[in-house]
């Protein structure tokens, strides 16, 4: 047979198969494998083992990372005059978080443009792959209306880019739910400022408790959230351990298993017993508490004046654990307790969640981001609010997976604080040596 009709013989095949992936790809909520780019790049004379990698490539590559394409790795055979296409992208992902905003757009205008989350106009800029905001958006400030229709309008616009806007609840969100604003007598988290955005007044209690703010934070928050930096784990909440049959129990299990990061608002604490499967555990507790909230009848008035109304009759053990000292709301400890000790601590629950590093806000840290741990433990509340006047900083987590020449990966995160006012700062740098993906 021609040399030429045996190409063809062997290539067609894997052609098909290739297109066929990349159609059923584009049709995914997810949008394109972006592995496959725009097109298939063959070389006009691709060896055997070259294109059976590539089509492996295509059938095992993560799905939801940008990825930035190498090029050919040209292998000649003096021979042959055979070529080979190195089938392995370089993928990435960029991650921005952000702490408490307390009713401020201003400041958080400013520190997402600054950390390119949006453009001038606060539209998504396109530039980070997903950015995490970890609660307390209401009280303190005037802007709760803006901040919460600005993150709705973020999260439609990411999504039309394969962009991700993952959003955490806060102790404020609850505490409003609950019908509860103030922090003891005569100190009221909600100005009265506040209230006269609201038309009429009034309406600001039906919107946090059975309103339009309370059907936000039902549907597109959650009280924790795990997010994988590699696709193999699977999307942002996937659980921890991954369940029998899963389709990222195989990858849940290898090399990569512990690659993501954990967000709560106050922190997961070491004697919280709802920590597995992470995040679900937690997540329904807190959706089944907010259902609770929002069909108790008659509605709690607020407190103050009147007197504190406490969580609905019925709710469960677990649920009131959740919304307790050490629940994920309010726990202190990684900021507050001795580093000494909290570093014993860290790497247990870091091994139950399946992550490598917790993201937290709730406790501010005035002098800036805080890493502890080697930046195992990151608390990224620093008072941008101004009812604070702590600096406007924004973590920034840069992930990369890049194929080794003659085989394996490089695996790479870097860490940092991103600052309005001042230079940025080196966090956490981590770099691996992968055999394998599996």
Request: with cysteine; hydrophobic share 40%; charged share 25%.
């Given at each position: 047979?021609?040399?030429?009709?045996?190409?063809?013989?062997i290539a067609l095949p894997?052609?098909?198969?290739?297109?066929?992936?990349?159609?059923q790809s584009s049709s995914s909520l997810l949008g394109p494998a972006p592995h496959l780019g725009t097109g298939l790049q063959l070389s006009l004379a691709l060896s055997l083992s070259g294109l059976i990698g590539y089509a492996q490539a295509a059938l095992q590559a993560p799905f939801g990372f940008k990825t930035v394409q190498q090029p050919a790795q040209a292998v000649v055979?003096?021979?042959?005059?055979?070529?080979?296409?190195?089938?392995?992208?370089?993928f990435s992902?960029?991650?921005?978080?952000?702490g408490d905003i307390h009713g401020d757009i201003g400041n958080a205008e400013r520190i997402l443009q600054m950390a390119s989350v949006v453009d001038e106009n606060n539209n998504w800029s396109g530039k980070v792959d997903v950015f995490v905001q970890t609660g307390d958006i209401i009280d303190r400030g005037d802007d709760t209306i803006e901040l919460f229709n600005w993150m709705e309008d973020l999260r439609e616009q990411a999504l039309a880019v394969n962009?991700?806007?993952?959003?955490?609840?806060?102790?404020h969100e609850y505490m409003?739910?609950?019908?509860?604003?103030?922090?003891?007598v005569d100190h009221s988290y909600v100005l009265e400022s506040e209230k006269k955005t609201f038309e009429p007044r009034e309406s600001r209690l039906q919107a946090v408790t059975t309103g339009w703010l309370a059907d936000a934070w039902a549907e597109n928050y959650t009280t924790a959230a795990r997010l994988p930096l590699h696709g193999l784990l699977g999307p942002p909440?996937?659980?921890?351990?991954?369940?029998?049959g899963s389709a990222f129990a195989r990858a849940s299990a290898g090399p990569l298993s512990h690659a993501a990061f954990s967000f709560v608002h106050g922190g997961l604490a070491p004697t919280y017993p709802n920590l597995q499967p992470f995040p679900s555990a937690i997540n329904n507790l807190g959706s089944s508490l907010l259902h609770r909230l929002r069909e108790r009848k008659p509605q709690p008035q607020p407190h103050p004046p009147n007197s504190y109304p406490g969580l609905p009759a019925g709710t469960t053990r677990e649920e009131a654990r959740l919304y307790g000292g050490d629940g994920p709301l309010w726990y202190r400890g990684w900021a507050d307790?001795?580093?000494?000790?909290v570093c014993r601590m860290v790497d247990d629950v870091l091994e139950k969640t399946g992550t490598r590093r917790m993201v937290m806000g709730h406790t501010p840290q005035f002098d800036g981001i805080a890493a502890r741990c080697n930046g195992k433990v990151l608390i990224i509340d620093t008072g941008i609010s101004h009812a604070y006047g702590g600096p406007l900083a924004a973590l920034s987590i840069e992930y990369t997976l890049e194929p080794v020449k003659g085989g394996g990966w490089k695996e790479q995160e870097i860490v940092k604080a991103l600052y309005a006012d001042h230079d940025d700062e080196l966090l956490a740098v981590s770099t691996r040596d992968l055999e394998d993906l599996w």
């Open positions: 047979m021609p040399r030429g009709t045996t190409l063809a013989f894997l052609l098909a198969l290739s297109l066929a992936y990349y159609a055979d003096n021979d042959e005059y055979e070529y080979t296409l190195e089938p392995r992208p370089r992902r960029k991650i921005i978080a952000v962009g991700i806007v993952l959003s955490v609840l806060g102790n409003n739910a609950i019908a509860c604003v103030v922090v003891e909440n996937t659980d921890y351990p991954a369940p029998e307790e001795d580093e000494k000790k």
